[in-house]
């Protein structure tokens, strides 16, 4: 019974270590049968996802500062991206809703906007 009633988060859960066996083995920086990015294939600026593939990949080897070089954006999300999940998942949005409206609410969305865009603008000049 509790199987089938958490299959789809069983699911996710090898779908997303899946993905990290895979670029814990396959290194984007000597392979060229990776996804490459449209905006960098067309204008040639990187987006603000460009080297996320090799900030993985140098993450899951322990090289944080590599990772880091490569997209720091990504790095810095992560966190943010495990609170969002810990309050989605796991119950928390009931229980904290003003720490949850605070940190993923229309303001927040404005914020990360902007970070977003200022991060592409920054990384192009």
Request: aromatic letters at 20%.
């Amino acid at each position: 019974m509790w199987f089938k009633k958490n299959l789809n988060f069983i699911l996710l859960i090898v779908f997303v270590l899946g993905g990290f066996f895979f670029y814990y083995l396959v290194n984007p920086l000597s392979t060229s049968s990776l996804i490459k990015c449209p905006i960098k294939t067309v204008t040639g600026l990187d987006c603000p996802g460009c080297g996320s593939q090799r900030a993985l990949h140098s993450m899951l080897h322990g090289d944080f500062r590599q990772a880091f070089y490569f997209n720091p954006l990504f790095i810095v999300a992560i966190p943010y991206v495990f609170v969002g999940v810990l309050f989605e998942w796991f119950g928390l949005k009931n229980k904290y809703p003003k720490v949850r409206k605070f940190l993923f609410g229309k303001i927040a969305i404005y914020i990360i906007a902007a970070v977003i865009i200022i991060f592409f603008i920054v990384r192009n000049l």
